[in-house]
């Protein structure tokens, strides 16, 4: 895949995170907030993320910011922007590319409708690191066909990807 600038495949450290919009029904900032400990134990992790910018489920931020843009002035320098591209929509065969190429796939939500892009990556054969919220549990069993995180816990979520990282075979049964 060559759509950020350099060229990632499959058995590289690349991190994935999909979502419609990037909002906190999907976890979005847990998953921005685990980025540093991610980033700063694996200096070879790339991570791609898909999503708009406006909001599908939940409220708006009132000063009309983006929550994307309210993580990235959060987090500041604490990660490294070089290695974390920010795909926006994609058309499915993109999004396909993604999923090819993802060592670590991380889907989280609130308990509500769980996503079609969650299944897409169990089909695709992501190693998927999902919240331990209702929908989620209904479909990955933890350390079964995926494994399972609290999505407010970014400490936790980074630790998991980061052990995807350092050793993909240990999982690959899981994908």
């Known amino acids: 895949m060559t759509d950020v600038g350099v060229e990632l495949k ?4 690349v991190v994935t995170y999909v979502a419609r919009n990037l909002e906190p ?23 791609l993320i898909v999503g708009g910018n406006e909001v599908s489920y939940g409220r708006r931020l009132p000063d009309g910011r983006s929550y994307r843009e309210q993580m990235l002035a959060e987090l500041g320098d604490s990660i490294d922007l070089s290695r974390v591209h920010f ?3 994609v058309p499915c065969p993109v999004f396909l590319k993604v999923l090819q190429v993802s060592r670590a796939h991380v889907y989280l939500t609130y ?4 996503s079609w892009s969650m299944l897409e990556a169990m089909a695709a054969e992501c ?8 929908p989620v ?3 990955i069993r933890d350390g079964d066909n995926g494994l399972l995180v609290d999505s407010f816990d970014p400490q936790a979520i980074a630790d998991r990807v980061v052990a995807a990282l350092a ?5 690959a049964p899981l994908r």
């Open 137 to 139: 549990e209904e479909v």
């Open 25 to 47: 029904y999907r976890g979005f900032p847990s998953f921005m907030r685990s980025l540093p400990a991610t980033l700063g134990r694996r200096p070879n992790a790339r991570v």
């Open 127 to 134: 190693l998927v690191i999902g919240s331990r919220t209702a």
């Open 111 to 114: 308990p509500f409708v769980l």
């Open 10 to 13: 499959a058995g590289d450290e």
């Open 167 to 171: 050793d993909g075979g240990a999982f």
């Open 87 to 89: 795909l926006g929509r």
